[in-house]
């Protein structure tokens, strides 16, 4: 199992303008929505937001990892967006987030749900990684760079 196993370019956005952390989620939500035919925006939406009402989920270092459960989801989907300027997140730093990666999971996939949050996080402690996908402003350059990305073991 591979992050970009469940990232299409259709599903990247860089240089997205959010003034705030609903905004981004809504956001996201479209992305994921865009070719899912058994879920809404809206559900998403409603997914990521009642995970972060439990907890913030950035995780530092201008980082966000939005992630819900779906019930009539069939499949593990994500979006990954690139904000133009940071929001505030209630990340764990304080520091305002514009690296979102959402992640949408069946809701009986728990193994798998966690195996990728820890595969994501492993990410994004990735100084170099996270430079990188910074740098990038085409969701092609973004999509090859996690394909190309491998864990330190």
């Not at 970009?4 to 956001?27: G, H, P």
């Not at 070719?35 to 995780?59: K, M, W, Y």
């Not at 270092?61 to 939005?66: D, E, F, K, Q, T």
Request: hydrophobic share 40%; proline share 3%.
């Amino acid at each position: 199992m591979q992050l970009s196993d469940f990232l299409s370019t259709d599903r990247i956005a860089c240089d997205v303008n959010a003034q705030s952390k609903k905004r981004a989620l809504e956001q996201l939500s479209e992305l994921i929505a865009h070719d899912q035919d058994e879920v809404s925006a809206t559900e998403i939406f409603d997914s990521l937001l009642s995970r972060e009402r439990l907890g913030g989920t950035g995780i530092g270092y201008g980082v966000a990892i939005p992630h819900g459960r779906l019930k009539n989801s069939t499949h593990t989907t994500a979006a990954l967006i690139h904000l133009k300027q940071g929001v505030d997140f209630d990340a764990i730093d304080n520091q305002p987030v514009d690296l979102l990666f959402a992640l949408v999971v069946p809701e009986q996939a728990t193994e798998d749900h966690l195996k990728i949050l820890a595969m994501l996080a492993s990410m994004f402690q990735d100084e170099t990684m996270r430079n990188k996908l910074r740098e990038c402003h085409k969701p092609e350059t973004i999509l090859q760079l996690i394909r190309e990305w491998q864990p330190d073991r």
